[in-house]
């Protein structure tokens, strides 16, 4: 069964700086995808970045990027320039190829100080 | 993308009543999921909706106490049967939305709002 570890229940960082949130997963499975998912206080769930595990380049978005180190099952987000809104439960998740499922870590809390 | 509307967005129910919750998506997914999020806790899966056939539940989940029905590719509820304050989450609907072909096929999974449930 996949498994996705997350050891920092909270984080914190002053606003423009940078932040890196750790993660790691276990699988079995070859076809697999990977995704740091942002939960703000409205609940609403949404995508920060996605890595296709079949891909080498490690995925980037805006300020959003990630260290994907397949061998050792580690999947990190770094933020760089922090804002006040990435202020949220950030969640690091497991999907399979062949199900759609996703396995979540247990979640880091980020608090980005003015 | 898909826009996921989840009703209720909230509900405060006594112990011993059900709760449906509906999940409507703007195009036809094929499969559609509904996980709980216990208080300060992460998402947990309860089931897959398959349209056509039963919903497949996770390892400590049943169907007796979570009721699915997806009677077409773009509608699903879930309920929640004789709660009781355990049964206090947030309950979200989620489709898998596969975009491109071979080497630029994107996954991503679409959330609805969350129905927070607090049962009294």
């Known amino acids: 069964a996949q498994t996705v570890t997350q050891s920092q229940p909270e984080m914190s960082v002053q606003e423009a700086e940078t932040v890196t949130l750790s993660c790691t997963y276990d699988t079995s499975e070859s076809n697999y995808y990977l995704f740091w998912y942002k939960q703000p206080p409205s609940r609403q769930m949404i995508l920060v970045i996605r890595q296709e595990a079949y891909k080498q380049q490690n995925a980037t978005e805006n300020r959003f990027s990630v260290n994907f180190q397949k061998a050792a099952k580690s999947f990190s987000l770094k933020i760089s320039d922090s804002q006040l809104g990435d202020t949220a439960m950030y969640f690091c998740?497991?999907?399979?190829?062949?199900?759609?499922?996703?396995?979540f870590g247990q979640g880091t809390t980020l608090q980005v100080k003015p | 993308s898909a826009v996921i509307s989840q009703k209720p967005s909230r509900d405060i129910c006594q112990r011993g009543t059900s709760l449906t919750i509906q999940c409507q998506v703007d195009s036809q997914v094929t499969m559609m999921f509904w996980y709980r999020q216990q208080p300060g806790q992460s998402l947990t899966l309860i089931a897959t909706?398959?349209?056509?056939?039963?919903?497949?539940?996770e390892s400590g989940f049943v169907i007796d106490k979570f009721p699915i029905s997806r009677p077409n590719l773009t509608f699903s509820t879930l309920t929640v049967s004789n709660m009781s304050p355990e049964d206090s989450s947030i309950y979200l609907c989620s489709v898998d939305h596969f975009a491109g072909q071979g080497d630029s096929m994107n996954t991503e999974a679409f959330f609805g709002q969350g129905t927070r449930l607090t049962v009294v």
């Open positions: 909706a398959n349209q056509g056939s039963e919903a497949t539940y």
């Open positions: 998740a497991f999907g399979s190829g062949n199900t759609g499922k996703l396995i």
